[in-house]
């Protein structure tokens, strides 16, 4: 089953329950997703988007999420700050599970030895190879830094 039938199939399921909170997340990945199509659209490429397309949306609305509840939390708005958090976890349903520091090492070894990298003006290619295979499964932000480490 695909990830865009998991995440419409769910969206079925929380307006015959009646769970407005969770509807009103799904119905926030819809949009986005549905806004990604038509810049593509736009842009001239072909209007649906891919798997990994899709993955990288939530990625990016588990972020915004999360750096909104930090925001929230530190302005003593904690009742909006839950409700940041109880939408990452219904985005995170969707999102493979994330490797763990040892793996994310791991990867980033095998991508390094995969370009054959020598310095940092191999990182941009190293990334390209990690965000192939991983999309979803790691935080860009954080491996960006640790590939810049090993290579430099």
């Not at 995440?7 to 399921?13: C, F, H, N, V, W």
């Not at 769970?19 to 038509?38: G, H, P, V, Y």
């Not at 979803?136 to 491996?143: E, L, N, T």
Request: charged share 30%; glycine share 8%.
């Amino acid at each position: 089953m695909s990830l865009r039938d998991r995440l419409q199939g769910a969206l079925k399921e929380a307006m015959k329950a009646r769970q407005a909170a969770r509807l009103s997340t799904l119905r926030l990945i819809n949009a986005a997703i549905k806004d990604r199509e038509i810049a593509n659209r736009s842009d001239g490429a072909e209007g649906l988007v891919s798997e990994d397309d899709i993955l990288a949306i939530l990625g990016k609305l588990v972020k915004q999420r999360q750096e909104s509840a930090r925001a929230y939390e530190e302005g003593g708005r904690l009742e909006l700050a839950e409700k940041e958090i109880a939408e990452v976890a219904v985005i995170e349903e969707f999102l493979p599970r994330q490797l763990d520091s040892a793996e994310v090492e791991a990867a980033i070894v095998a991508a390094i030895a995969e370009v054959n990298a020598a310095s940092i003006r191999d990182m941009g290619r190293v990334i390209a190879v990690l965000k192939g295979k991983y999309t979803g499964q790691m935080d860009f932000g954080a491996v960006g830094p640790m590939v810049k480490t090993r290579l430099g």
